[in-house]
Nanobody
Framework: QVQLVESGGGLVQAGDSLRLSCAAS????????VGWFRQAPGKEREFVAA????????YYADSVKGRFTISRDNGKNTVHLQMNSLKAEDTAVYYC????????????????WGQGTQVTVSS
């Protein structure tokens, strides 16, 4: 069992940056792929970014490509999402999720989820 806790959310202005963190406990995160998803008010949860267990493969949603970067520090059992050039449409609750080894963009394939962290971008 892996427990995930997100942090780093907050209220920022358009154009600002934030770095979200996903910290794991219970098991080492080093054998898990990790994905970030987000859910805006009134919308379904959507894929944002994912990284494979070794960090060699990453995936990004088209809407965040070039602005967001996912990275992992297996030594600290943590995955980060660096978000630059934030836009109002990035406002959402951001969730990290984990699954064994292989990263995917499919929400249903992730087994473990955090509680989420709120990101609000004012325009």
């Amino acid at each position: 069992q892996v427990q995930l806790v997100e942090s780093g959310g907050g209220l920022v202005q358009a154009g600002d940056s934030l770095r979200l963190s996903c910290a794991a406990s219970g098991r080492t995160l080093s054998t898990y792929a990790v994905g970030w998803f987000r859910q805006a008010p009134g919308k379904e949860r959507e894929f944002v970014a994912a990284v494979s267990w070794r960090g060699g493969t990453t995936y990004y949603a088209d809407s965040v490509k070039g602005r967001f970067t996912i990275s992992r520090d297996n030594g600290k059992n943590t995955v980060h999402l660096q978000m630059n050039s934030l836009k109002a449409e990035d406002t959402a609750v951001y969730y990290c999720a984990a699954r064994t080894l292989i990263a995917t963009m499919a929400e249903a394939e992730y087994d473990y989820w955090g509680q989420g962290t709120q990101v609000t971008v004012s325009s």
